[in-house]
């Protein structure tokens, strides 16, 4: 009995061992910035936001932008937009304003999936023109933390830890 | 002492509850939200094999299907391929039925997306099973690890633009 014991609390601890190592480095992959094209000018545009009224990136010079391409059908995605609800809430006095892309392929699901989530930042519909000016958005998430005067700080793609983020958002609005 | 004084029925009820825990923190982060993981090996077929197929002289060349957002494969995609769109959607699988309805059912058929890291790509695994259901005997998913830019266009391998 004591041994059918030990062989069982010692099968699950090794299963947890590896869950644990398997979410680590899927993780770990996921997470691979601040890329190259650093300092660079942010790419303006004029895209439409989910009603209807464009918005302009140049607009927000003089504040920080977390500008994040993402799409509801994409899981990390989705997985991050609470963390980017709680950073708008968090850095919006202090000049931080979140600005989605989405690379859906039609609005009707980024209305929806808005108010769901309660989504505090204004989200435009993305398209290849504004992909290929920033690079290339060829897989998702991909987040450009932009300083005050419009130069890309940081470049994360993949999913990336909040704190992460917000570490950068942080570094970005201090020097004020 | 209460502790130790525990029956042999609770300890093999927690020994349990340990186990079906650690299989959970084994198996959820990989296949519970994209579910590509669980396709086949036998299903996958790598960039490089790929890419062989297709600038062999000789040899019998795939219909590519992209199961991603068009978005994504109007900035670059395989060239040849189609555009099916995101089968996660009802409207992206009927767009996967249309395409292949007519085509006999040992057609070679790859389909590729790279939206996202492999574990969390929501449209290649529900595209795979479907032309399974629909009896194609010749189907292969192109596994890409990361992502299209990162496993594709940053190779060097071959891409198209646009429409």
């Not at chain 2, 650690?22 to 939200?33: H, S």
């Not at chain 2, 670059?76 to 769109?85: D, M, R, T, W």
Request: charged share 15%; with cysteine.
């Amino acid at each position: 009995m004591a041994s059918r014991r030990r062989i069982l609390i010692g099968a699950g601890l090794l299963c947890m061992a590896v869950g644990v190592y398997v979410a680590l480095q899927s993780r770990g992959r996921m997470a691979r910035g601040p890329a190259a094209k650093q300092h660079s000018v942010a790419p303006d545009f004029s895209l439409p936001q989910l009603n209807g009224q464009s918005l302009q990136l140049s607009a927000y010079r003089g504040q920080v932008v977390l500008l994040d391409f993402w799409a509801t059908w994409c899981t990390p995605c989705r997985e991050e937009i609470p963390h980017l609800v709680e950073l708008q809430n968090k850095y919006s006095d202090q000049g931080l304003a979140i600005i989605g892309v989405s690379m859906d392929d039609s609005p009707d699901p980024v209305r929806e999936f808005y108010q769901q989530f309660k989504m505090n930042y204004p989200v435009v519909m993305g398209n290849a023109d504004i992909g290929e000016r920033y690079g290339g958005v060829l897989g998702l998430p991909i987040a450009f933390v932009i300083d005050r005067d419009g130069r890309i700080y940081a470049k994360h793609i993949g999913a990336t830890e909040a704190s992460v983020l917000e570490q950068d958002v942080r570094a970005v609005l201090a020097p004020q | 002492m209460t502790f130790l004084k525990m029956t042999s029925s609770k300890w093999e009820f927690i020994c349990a509850a340990v186990l079906i825990g650690g299989l959970a923190a084994a198996f959820v982060p990989g296949q519970a939200l994209g579910q590509a993981t669980s396709i086949p090996s036998s299903h996958l077929i790598n960039p490089e094999d790929l890419v062989k197929i297709v600038q062999a002289a000789k040899g019998e060349k795939p219909l590519l299907l992209q199961v991603g957002s068009y978005v994504l494969y109007a900035q670059a995609h395989i060239p040849g391929s189609e555009y099916v769109g995101s089968v996660a959607s009802e409207a992206g699988m009927q767009q996967l039925h249309r395409h292949v309805d007519s085509l006999p059912k040992n057609k070679f058929i790859v389909l590729y997306c790279g939206c996202c890291p492999w574990s969390h790509c929501p449209n290649v695994k529900p595209a795979d099973d479907a032309l399974h259901a629909m009896g194609f005997t010749h189907v292969k998913v192109l596994y890409i690890a990361n992502n299209f830019g990162a496993d594709w266009v940053e190779k060097g391998y071959p891409v198209a633009k646009g429409q």
